[in-house]
């Protein structure tokens, strides 16, 4: 047996157990703790990581006084909470291993906080917290809405979302919930589709509200999305468009203060330049200058497909309504009156920023993936060849296709399916830098552009992840059945033999058919981009 074969193996009885002895911890009936605990103990040493010994060794600490003690009534209550908490961090280490045998104690530490899960239905519960320990966050299971409040009072854990079941809450419970959402986001999980039940969820301070059966994707997004800290997210792009450089300097300096990113252009016949460059949320537009006019403009912006969905807001001394609205019509989102209050006019921007993004969001990311749909992956490549070819930059693209998929749909189903395309769109959102842009090309094809990068630099690199793709372990509907997947990409460069987005597609896509025909699990660099094998 090979060395990854024996690890999912091992991985696959240390889970077994981990399971095994949270369910006897939580069944008052179950007298066979101590047997669980013994056989999470042997489990443990085939898999020694040092945080799953320290774990083991917190859970053997707090159990062991209680060994000669049949029944779970002779264990304080507080006992089997510390015991839940070590557990679910066993698990999260596990779930962790699983994804990445190749991850460092360090990433380990760093990884995310605990979720609560409260609902009324055992088995989509277990469900539950098999798939979100699968996407790296272990949750603890609670069976009332008194006790989800009594675990974010009393642990030291910070939990990071909780996923609540309007089974659960009654209507005067709307202030306890509004004042625990205050401390953890909650996502409601309810049968109702009818307003009064969804109002009822957001004046519970609700940040989210998913009507069962569960699509358990939409899910997961709606934790990455409350889960990931305001200062990972990229701050709004805002243009100022203003023949004033003084002026344009105090707006600057009001946004920038507000943590957002900004380019001042004064010369407005260089919009489309620095629309393909800096890549604005927003467009912040002067209304009169000498060149021509803010609505004029707003027009040429219009015009081109490429731009048509940044917002534009005016921001001019003009009070004439009339004015005002004949500059909307023309193409403008918002019309801002100077003089104005720095705060207002930071609000009204970032809120306008703000709804266009999920607005922009909806239309151009692949719902599964979270990553560029189709269209748009091949719109940014357009803009980062004409980027490349005005910095004269190196840019480079590859092409990912999961090897025969088919054949995992066939044997694991269509859901398990979608969880390995969402894995590895989670892996390569993981180890791809910011400003590299990630697309899901078609079903199991991804498309990465790398601007200012050289391909045999990013050869190495996507290696990497080609070969912890294939160390990553997948559960099939049987938590218990786990399975490996591999990929295989080819790799394109940027250069003066490519003349079109088509061409360099083309290019890349040729690659990746050699990379199949070679044996799949491996990379190709396009023959025409490199001299390198
Ligand atoms: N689960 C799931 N399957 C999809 C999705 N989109 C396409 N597929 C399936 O992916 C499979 C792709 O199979 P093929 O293109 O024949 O190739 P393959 O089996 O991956 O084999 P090679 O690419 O030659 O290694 C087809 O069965 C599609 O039905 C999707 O969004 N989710």
Redesign the pocket.
């Known amino acids: 047996m090979n060395n990854s074969i024996l690890q999912a193996q091992d991985t696959k009885e240390l889970l077994k157990a981990v399971i095994k002895l949270r369910n006897c911890l939580e069944d008052p009936l179950a007298n066979t703790w101590q047997s669980a605990l013994n056989d999470l103990e042997q489990a443990c040493k085939s898999l020694p990581e040092p945080p799953i010994l320290a774990l083991m060794n917190k859970i053997h600490h707090l159990l062991s006084p209680y060994i000669e003690n049949i029944g779970l009534e002779n264990i304080p209550g507080e006992i089997i909470n510390d015991c839940h908490i070590y557990i679910q961090k066993l698990e999260e280490v596990i779930a962790i291993h699983v994804m990445d045998p190749m991850l460092t104690t360090h990433d380990i530490a760093q990884s995310k906080p605990f979720l609560l899960i409260g609902l009324q239905d055992k088995q989509l519960t277990e469900e539950i917290i098999h798939q979100v320990i699968y996407f790296g966050y272990p949750s603890l299971a609670c069976h009332s809405l008194h006790e989800i409040i009594q675990k974010v009072d009393a642990s030291s854990t910070i939990y990071s979302a909780i996923i609540l079941d309007t089974e659960y809450c009654k209507k005067e419970d709307l202030q306890t919930l509004k004042e625990l959402s205050e401390k953890v986001p909650i996502i409601f999980i309810s049968h109702h589709h009818d307003v009064a039940s969804r109002l009822f969820a957001v004046q519970a301070g609700g940040r989210g509200y998913l009507v069962s059966p569960l699509e358990f994707t939409n899910l997961i997004e709606k934790i990455d999305q409350i889960t990931t800290p305001t200062s990972e997210r990229s701050p709004y792009r805002i243009l100022i468009v203003e023949d004033s450089r003084t002026q344009a300097k105090v707006i600057r300096k009001h946004l920038e203060k507000a943590g957002m990113i900004t380019e001042i252009l004064l010369d407005p016949l260089k919009i489309n330049d620095v629309l393909i460059e800096f890549q604005p949320d927003l467009i912040l537009l002067d209304l009169y200058m000498p060149q021509c006019s803010g609505v004029d403009l707003a027009k040429v912006i219009r015009q081109q497909d490429m731009f048509v969905g940044i917002p534009i807001v005016y921001l001019s001394a003009e009070e004439d309504v009339g004015m005002q609205l004949t500059a909307i019509r023309g193409g403008g989102d918002d019309f801002l009156t100077k003089p104005i209050v720095p705060q207002y006019m930071i609000d009204a921007i970032a809120a306008r920023a703000a709804r266009s993004r999920t607005l922009r969001a909806e239309m151009i990311m692949d719902s599964?993936t979270e990553t560029l749909n189709h269209t748009r992956i091949l719109e940014q490549l357009e803009l980062e060849i004409a980027r490349a070819k005005r910095n004269k930059t190196p840019l480079s693209f590859a092409m990912i296709?999961?090897?025969?998929?088919?054949?995992i749909?066939d044997s694991h189903g269509?859901p398990v399916?979608?969880r390995v395309?969402k894995g590895l769109a989670r892996l390569l959102k993981q180890r791809l830098r910011r400003s590299d842009s990630i697309g899901r090309y078609g079903?199991?094809e991804f498309a990465i552009i790398l601007p200012q990068t050289e391909p045999e630099t990013f050869y190495a690199k996507l290696d990497e992840i080609r070969r912890g793709f294939s160390k990553l372990l997948h559960r099939s509907s049987d938590p218990l059945i786990e399975f490996s997947a591999t990929f295989s990409a080819g790799l394109a460069k940027f250069n003066n033999q490519i003349h079109s987005v088509d061409e360099f597609v083309q290019a890349a896509d040729k690659a990746l058919y050699e990379a199949?025909a070679k044996g799949?699990n491996c990379i190709v660099l396009d023959g025409k981009s490199t001299l390198l094998p």
Do not use: P, Y
């Not at 296709?401 to 054949?407: N, S, V």
């Open positions: 599964l296709d999961i090897d025969h998929f088919k054949l749909n269509h399916g979608d395309i079903g199991e199949k799949r």
